[in-house]
């Protein structure tokens, strides 16, 4: 992706409150925080693949991004040129992990987020597998989580697509059904789970930048991820 300068100013705190967002709404989010050097602000994100032991001496956990894990090149992280299709990946999660019942779902709620939230980058590389020391595979907590279409000049289109259609503005109920049935799951669970952040979304965002600010100052930018998260909830919601 390209940004204008401004974009790069902003984007540290758009990802810090996009992600915040997520966890918010029950999501398993990388753990992130807004931090500051004199004026330049960035977002400081603690790795979930490395932990200390009881000595204190730090370990690796080994991880793979699907792109990895299914044998795709760097270059084909987005489904529009010859990747992954979310069927895929849900199909990836639903056979290797230790916990699928519980990881599919989280997974199915990260594509729901990412379509309501505007985050339009939602890629196969940002999706890992994690294999724990006691041999357990689980889903990754999610990571780079940003309001894209909060950005000038970012394509809307979605990384991955909702039932044959990547233009969010568009995504209608046939589109989800037609995306459960990709996944092999009742379209009736999926549009429960479409209906609940949707109508749950708009008040968490509210909340979730009056406390980003008082935590962090003013941040008029963040009204427009506030803008474009309500509008697309009632999209989804009148559809």
């Known amino acids: ?124 590389k940002n999706l890992s597998l994690l294999h724990l020391p006691n041999g357990a595979i689980r889903l990754a907590p999610f990571y780079d989580l940003v309001c894209t279409r909060a950005i000038q000049r970012i394509d809307s289109h979605l990384a991955f697509d909702v039932g044959g259609e990547r233009n969010p503005s568009l995504i209608a109920r046939p589109h989800w059904e037609a995306f459960a049935r990709q996944c092999d799951i009742r379209p009736r669970f999926l549009i429960k789970l479409v209906e609940e952040m949707a109508t749950r979304l708009p008040q968490v965002a509210v909340s979730a930048r009056t406390t980003f600010e008082e935590r962090f100052g003013a941040y008029p930018a963040l009204q427009r991820i506030e803008r474009i998260v309500i509008k697309q909830c009632e999209r989804v919601i009148k559809r």
Not at 84 to 108: K, M, W
Request: charged letters at 25%.
């Open 1 to 124: 992706m390209k940004f204008e300068l401004a974009d790069y100013r902003h984007l540290p705190a758009y990802e810090t409150f996009t992600t915040q967002l997520a966890r918010t709404v029950g999501l398993p989010v990388v753990d992130i925080e807004l931090r500051s050097i004199k004026r330049i602000r960035y977002a400081r994100i603690a790795r979930y693949d490395r932990v200390r032991d009881d000595r204190g001496e730090v370990q690796r956990w080994h991880q793979e991004d699907f792109c990895q894990a299914m044998g795709y090149g760097h270059e084909k992280k987005y489904q529009n040129d010859g990747g992954l299709s979310f069927g895929q990946c849900y199909l990836l999660v639903r056979n290797a992990s230790s916990e699928p019942a519980i990881d599919t779902q989280h997974l199915l709620r990260w594509q729901i987020f990412n379509v309501l939230a505007g985050n339009s980058d939602g890629h196969a």
